[in-house]
């Protein structure tokens, strides 16, 4: 059974940091690469946070969005990242989003995963900024 990816915070070739629910609980889920196979793995590390982390990360994303929209294309990318990472509201919402994530409890788990478009969704309506899901399998 797949579940909505909610947020995406890491892209190579697809997802592989982000946030999504597990036993329908947020959880930040990041895969873990694999250097002898030299791509990510199926491997995950899930930890659980709040709803209010979910909540702000959202927020930072719309916020980028407008953002980029605006002033993205002013600058090379790694330019316009860095200039939006100064902005004070994105300070502030880095800020909350930490604060949420030391506040979480330290419990991890591990399992496979795998992640895929939304059915109906082009390769073009990919990247970051796309709409995925995920599947949870069996711990590791």
């Given amino acids: 059974m797949f579940e ?7 892209y190579h070739d697809g997802p592989v940091a982000g946030v999504a629910r597990y036993a329908g609980r947020a959880v930040v889920f990041d895969f873990l690469f694999d250097d002898e196979g030299d ?9 659980f946070v709040s709803d209010g982390y979910v ?7 719309e916020q980028f969005k407008q953002w980029w929209a605006v002033h993205g294309r ?3 990318a790694a330019a316009a ?7 004070p509201d994105t300070q502030r919402l880095n ?7 030391d506040e979480a409890p330290a419990e991890e788990v591990r399992v ?6 939304r059915p109906g ?9 796309g709409e995925y899901e995920i599947s949870w399998g069996e711990a590791w």
């Fill in 4 to 10: 909505p990816v909610l947020l995406v915070s890491g």
């Fill in 39 to 47: 791509r990510y793995s199926d491997r995950c590390v899930l930890r």
């Fill in 55 to 61: 909540r702000l990360g959202l927020e930072r994303r």
């Fill in 74 to 76: 002013k600058w090379p």
């Fill in 81 to 87: 990242m860095s200039r939006w990472e100064a902005e």
């Fill in 95 to 101: 800020a909350a989003m930490k604060a949420c994530l």
């Fill in 112 to 117: 496979r995963a795998v992640v895929r478009r």
């Fill in 121 to 129: 969704q082009s390769a073009q309506q990919g990247g970051i900024n």
